[in-house]
């Protein structure tokens, strides 16, 4: 009798199999022999689940996408039970914000695929669609946050507030710390550590907060 084969579970093996690759030498060595390789199956057998290697990629990049955006999602639904202003708002808030980066092997290796994508999206245009959704996806936690953050009452641009242009500004400036913060974490781990992320993303929100 033929063996039975979980086709999502061996569908997973083969995406493992990619991150592996990228974060030891990068996303040029993952291509189905490499990849077949490193997952200890035949090319035929990978085949059977991706028809070419762009449909691979394709996938794998799906999958990071999901997991990254999925943590973050969790986050932001329990920060969302916390008032603002609150100390307990204030550590959900860094809570959320550290799910982004490496403080750990699991969003190390997650962080590490990511940036390696959506780099490659540049030039490979089957990887485009996903590092869009992969930006708007985050780009929509992070400007809640802000959100959450900035000042209130009054209109838009009345006393008291900041106008929409500067929400916009202060999200995309978190967005860039959050990647800078997660390059020197993956490039420099020895200085750039869990308690120094830390420091800085503290520094960041008392920067924001001063807009008060």
Known sequence: ????????????????AVFRIVAA???????????????????????HYFASSDELLSHAF??????????????????GE??????????????????FLPLDEERALDACV???FKNAA??????AAEADRSHRAVAAIVGRVVM?????????????SIDQQRLVTEAERLLATLDGLTMHA????????????????ESHLAGLGSTR
Do not use: N, Y
Not at 3 to 8: N, P, W
Not at 122 to 127: C, G, S, Y
């Open 1 to 16: 009798m033929p063996k039975f084969v979980d086709a999502a579970l061996r569908r997973q093996e083969v995406v493992e």
């Open 25 to 47: 030498d990068g996303l040029e060595r993952a291509s189905l022999r490499e990849v077949a390789d490193e997952a200890e199956l035949a090319v035929g057998s990978v085949r």
């Open 62 to 79: 799906g999958v990071v996408v999901d997991r990254i955006v999925g943590r973050l999602a969790a986050a932001d639904e329990r920060l």
């Open 82 to 99: 916390l008032a603002p202003g609150t100390a307990e708002h204030h550590q959900g808030v860094l809570t959320l914000l550290g799910e």
């Open 114 to 116: 990511w940036m390696a």
């Open 122 to 127: 540049r030039t490979k245009l089957f990887l």
């Open 148 to 160: 959450d953050l900035a000042p209130s009452g009054g209109t838009a641009a009345g006393p008291g």
């Open 186 to 201: 993956l490039l420099q781990p020895e200085w750039m550590t869990a308690q120094m992320c830390g420091d800085v993303l």
